[in-house]
Nanobody
Framework: QVQLVESGGGLVQAGGSLRVSCTAS????????MGWFRQAPGKEREFVSS????????SYADSVKGRFTISRDNAKNTVYLQMNSLKPEDTAVYFC????????????????????WGQGTQVTVSS
């Protein structure tokens, strides 16, 4: 079992930056794939970014590539999403997910691949 808690959301102007964090419980954090997803009002949850257990492999949605950076600190049981050059269309609730089902070469871009979820943190980008 993994419990996830997101933090760091808030209100920022377009073009600004924000970093959201997700801290996990337990001693198995270094074994899980971590992902960030977001959900805007009236829309489905969409993939943002994922990172392998070691941090050596990452993937991004095309809409955030070059602007967002995912990283993790396994000693702190925490994954980060650094968001730069934010746009109003980035406004959403951001969720982190975790799964133990890691396979090298697999892209973890579907919400159905994740077994554990946090409660989400709101990110609002004003124009």
């Amino acid at each position: 079992q993994v419990q996830l808690v997101e933090s760091g959301g808030g209100l920022v102007q377009a073009g600004g930056s924000l970093r959201v964090s997700c801290t996990a419980s337990g001693r198995t954090f270094s074994m899980v794939v971590m992902g960030w997803f977001r959900q805007a009002p009236g829309k489905e949850r969409e993939f943002v970014s994922s990172i392998s257990p070691s941090g050596g492999s990452t993937s991004y949605a095309d809409s955030v590539k070059g602007r967002f950076t995912i990283s993790r600190d396994n000693a702190k049981n925490t994954v980060y999403l650094q968001m730069n050059s934010l746009k109003p269309e980035d406004t959403a609730v951001y969720f982190c997910g975790a799964t133990f089902a890691y396979a090298r070469g697999t892209y973890y871009q579907s919400s159905g691949q994740y077994a554990f979820w946090g409660q989400g943190t709101q990110v609002t980008v004003s124009s």
